[in-house]
């Protein structure tokens, strides 16, 4: 992607995205079914509650329930799109996502919003920087970061095929289109954004925005970066993750989540076990955010471009 | 599969599942047997009398639905399912063993005729209001049927279950509460007071009907009424004996989740032989 165009490009909603398409989806599908609990103004669910007031469930107040209804819903044949803020989602819920849902493998799709340090002012109580791991952690759950919302588009369309347990985390903010509208997202696939042999950043969610930023900014001092999206942090791109490590043998990962247990953890996992290679995380420390602008939380906490070029250079001094 | 009204034939099968209860129990070594004998002759009401059901059509849409919300009476839930064919009788022998497809809780990926898997308390009643609120979507004449404990009710989605229920109007739910009085640590009473049932449920917008649990002619007119009722769930209030029909265990805290020795099963028996 041209430097010029990183600066200028629009930028779109993601949950407004996801709201408008599964609105539309539900003219189609009839076995289509939302759920919320009482945040739909925010997730945009509230488009599908106006457009089919029948097949859409204001749970109120209450996550636990709102899963465990959902996972209801789904064995007697819907297909459920659960949605509230990625923090309550993961964090209320989760024994009834684990209990309710994945045991038994049912068709839940969980669409959060509201996922990372984005969210700003609200402060650390409505930043969910451990969503990803405590999903990711979980059997039978697939995982999805979309990075824009072009690719949020192709997610949940692609969700509506795949059945079974899936997470997909959407952000507060309107986040750069750093895909078109055929973004190519395939479930358990990644793909090159830019193409580079010194060093592969492989990020997800904004941060692959921000890895192109710095791959413009690297261009500069002469080395060259992949970056990669790898928005399906789980099932992940295996192949592409050793690809990378055997073409650069130097990788950073880059994630709007803790450092422990999103995709730099799954990245290390898998080059740890194959083809030892060094991973510098950008994300956040296991610590708690702060009120504040989004793009300042970002710098504060260490997941911006000057993040992402500092590890880029601990990881080449790293390579053997 | 045996399906009938009288009451006589529907006391001695739940006599006979009392037996492979106990007997289920002491060969695995672990399981709960005070709630899985509270529970069972309101099962034994359900699928052999009341409840719509098929064992080659399992969860189908012409069918009623039952959710074992305290899924640690599975041994209950498992007695039945064998009896009325859902598998071979000869699987309760494995209860609880690696290869075997009779989970310690009920585990819907392995056992036929279980549709949810069930174990975290306090979950049962939301997975059942989904199913209604899909039956409904769907124009399906179905009742879905809830068991939930005394002690389980203490979780607060419990209560956000029976907003949702009453909320959405969901008379296509039936609950039963087994009030056997008794939870792990203790009686419910000492341990976390639920009282006034009756009015916390009626509060919440529910039907209530209170029955002797163990009264299987009661058992089968509270569900008919049930079934009659309209714009509301219903709540089925059964008072239970925790471990009823064993002696020895009636109404013992110390049999939740204690299983017969080999010659306690005996004198158990022989409680259940009528000698
Ligand atoms: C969420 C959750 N917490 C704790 C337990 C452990 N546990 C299993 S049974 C039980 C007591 C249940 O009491 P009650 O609902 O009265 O059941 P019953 O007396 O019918 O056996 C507890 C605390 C559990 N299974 N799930
Ligand atoms: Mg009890």
Redesign the interface.
């Known amino acids: 992607m041209a430097e010029l165009t990183l600066n200028t490009i629009e930028k779109k909603s993601l949950r407004d995205e996801y709201g408008s398409l599964i609105a539309e989806l539900g003219d189609t599908h009839k076995d289509i079914v939302v759920l919320d609990s009482d945040l739909s103004c925010s997730t945009k669910t509230a488009k599908f509650a106006k457009r089919h007031p029948e097949r859409f469930f204001n749970m109120g107040i209450a996550e636990a329930d709102m899963i465990s209804t959902a996972a209801g819903l789904a064995s007697a044949g819907k297909k459920p799109y659960a949605s509230t803020f990625a923090v309550f989602a993961t964090g209320r819920a989760w024994d009834q996502i684990r209990q309710s849902v994945c045991l038994s493998k049912l068709n839940v799709k969980i669409v959060s919003t509201h996922g990372g340090i984005t969210v700003g002012e609200d402060g650390p109580s409505h930043q969910a920087m451990e969503d990803v791991a405590l999903m990711r952690v979980m059997p039978n759950m697939t995982v999805i970061v979309p990075a824009d919302a072009n690719e949020t588009r192709a997610v949940i369309t692609e969700s509506l095929k795949t059945p079974g347990p899936m997470y997909i985390r959407l952000t507060r903010e309107k986040f750069p289109l750093i895909h078109g509208e055929d973004c190519g997202f395939k479930l358990g696939k990644s793909r090159v954004v830019r193409d580079g042999g010194d060093i592969a950043i492989l990020a997800c969610g904004y941060m692959v925005y921000k890895s192109l930023q710095a791959a413009n900014l690297l261009a500069e001092e002469g080395i060259s970066c992949r970056v990669i999206n790898m928005s399906s942090i789980k099932p992940i791109d295996e192949e592409a993750i050793l690809r990378a490590a055997t073409e650069c043998k130097a990788l950073v990962t880059a994630e709007e989540h803790s450092i422990l247990g999103g995709l730099g953890s799954a990245v290390t996992e898998v080059v740890c076990e194959n083809n030892p290679t060094p991973v510098v995380r950008v994300g956040m420390d296991p610590v708690f955010g702060k009120s504040g602008k989004s793009e300042i939380l970002l710098e504060k906490f260490g997941m911006n471009t000057t993040a992402i070029v500092k590890a880029v250079h601990r990881s080449l001094s790293l390579k053997r | 599969m045996e399906y009938t009204d009288d009451i006589g034939v529907l006391k001695n099968i739940a006599n006979d599942l009392r037996v492979d209860i106990v007997k289920c129990l002491t060969k695995s070594g672990s399981g709960h047997p005070g709630g899985s004998l509270s529970a069972i002759d309101m099962l034994t009401a359900l699928y052999f009398s009341r409840m719509r059901h098929d064992v080659n059509n399992s969860?189908g849409d012409k069918y009623d639905?039952f959710?074992l919300s305290k899924g640690h009476a599975a041994p209950a839930l498992y007695a039945v399912l064998a009896r009325c064919g859902y598998f071979e009788k000869s699987c309760l022998d494995t209860l609880r063993q690696v290869d075997s497809i009779l989970s310690g809780h009920p585990?819907?990926?392995s056992t036929p005729g279980v549709?949810?898997?069930?174990?975290?308390l306090?979950?049962?009643l939301?997975?059942?209001?989904?199913?209604?609120?899909?039956?409904k979507?769907?124009n399906l004449d179905r009742t879905v049927f809830c068991m939930l404990g005394d002690g389980e009710i203490q979780e607060?989605?419990v209560w956000?279950?029976a907003?949702?229920s009453a909320?959405?109007k969901l008379d296509n739910v039936i609950a039963f509460l087994d009030n056997n009085g008794l939870q792990i640590d203790g009686p419910v009473k000492d341990i976390m007071n639920i009282e006034p049932i009756g009015d916390k449920w009626r509060s919440f917008g529910w039907e209530v009907f209170e029955i002797d649990g163990h009264d299987i002619g009661a058992i089968l007119t509270a569900i008919d009424k049930a079934r009659k009722v309209t714009g509301k769930p219903s709540m089925i209030w059964a008072h239970t004996v925790k471990g009823k029909g064993v002696s020895f265990m009636e109404n013992k805290v110390s049999f939740h989740g204690v299983t017969p020795t080999e010659i306690e099963l005996e004198t158990a028996l022989a409680d259940l032989a009528g000698e």
């Open positions: 969860g639905r959710v585990y819907a990926p549709e949810v898997s069930t174990g975290s306090g979950q049962g939301s997975m059942a209001n989904g199913m209604a609120l899909a039956s979507l769907d607060g989605q956000e279950a907003m949702t909320h959405y």
